[in-house]
């Protein structure tokens, strides 16, 4: 899992640079630069929490991947011009991605003594604020100043609900396999 971990985390910075600097026009006005600084901070989060805690149990490879993949698959959305070229791929996103990022958290309650309904919580929890705090970050970024920010309230509020949906489907599926885990 350390080569699958290290190979999303060089892919993610390397689209990123590409997206930054390449000049593309797919690229225009989707905040690369904010994301070359921010993504990186995101995809480092579980590897600097692990060492500020003294390195006490065993990396969490799985939770990290799917942490680090909804930037990727952002990225790549961008870099492949998937955003302006399919009509739907911008909500699958948002319903994809929260779901890997959410089970991101319950990768890591599984690794804990929490119990299903608790677990539930705290994934679908933190895919709720993740995706708020999302939705304010893209309108900051680029949507007050864009022509998208006519039909931005429609999306946003499209946005949220997929994001919790996706946020919900993984609360679920951790909750089940924390019911299910051994001993």
Same mark, same amino acid.
């Given at each position: 899992?350390?080569?699958?971990?290290?190979?999303?985390?060089?892919? @993610?910075?390397? +689209?990123?640079?590409?997206?930054?600097?390449?000049?593309?026009?797919?690229?225009?006005?989707?905040?690369?630069?904010?994301?070359?600084?921010?993504?990186?901070?995101?995809? +480092?989060?579980?590897?600097?929490?692990?060492?500020?805690?003294?390195?006490?149990?065993?990396?969490?490879?799985?939770? =990290?991947?799917? +942490?680090?993949?909804?930037?990727?698959?952002?990225?790549?959305?961008?870099? +492949?011009?998937?955003?302006?070229?399919?009509?739907?791929? =911008? =909500?699958?996103?948002?319903?994809?991605?929260?779901?890997?990022?959410?089970?991101?958290?319950?990768?890591?309650?599984?690794?804990?003594?929490?119990?299903?309904?608790? #677990?539930?919580?705290?994934?679908?929890?933190?895919?709720?604020? #993740?995706?708020?705090?999302?939705?304010?970050?893209?309108?900051?970024?680029?949507?007050?100043?864009?022509?998208?920010?006519? #039909?931005?309230?429609?999306? #946003?509020?499209?946005?949220?609900?997929?994001? @919790?949906?996706?946020?919900?489907?993984?609360?679920?599926?951790?909750? @089940?396999?924390?019911?299910?885990?051994?001993?």
């Amino acid at each position: 899992m350390l080569w699958v971990n290290l190979l999303v985390k060089i892919a @993610l910075v390397s +689209l990123l640079a590409f997206g930054a600097f390449s000049g593309l026009q797919q690229f225009e006005g989707k905040a690369f630069l904010w994301r070359l600084v921010t993504y990186p901070i995101a995809a +480092l989060a579980i590897p600097v929490i692990w060492a500020a805690y003294g390195r006490r149990w065993a990396y969490p490879y799985f939770a =990290d991947i799917l +942490l680090t993949l909804p930037f990727l698959i952002d990225t790549a959305g961008n870099a +492949l011009d998937f955003y302006d070229s399919i009509d739907w791929w =911008d =909500d699958a996103n948002h319903l994809a991605n929260w779901a890997l990022l959410s089970g991101a958290i319950g990768a890591l309650a599984w690794r804990t003594r929490t119990g299903p309904w608790e #677990t539930l919580a705290y994934v679908v929890g933190f895919g709720a604020v #993740t995706a708020i705090l999302w939705e304010i970050a893209e309108y900051v970024a680029f949507i007050r100043n864009s022509p998208e920010f006519a #039909t931005a309230y429609t999306d #946003t509020l499209g946005d949220l609900a997929l994001g @919790l949906t996706g946020s919900l489907l993984a609360g679920l599926a951790a909750a @089940l396999a924390v019911r299910n885990r051994p001993a």
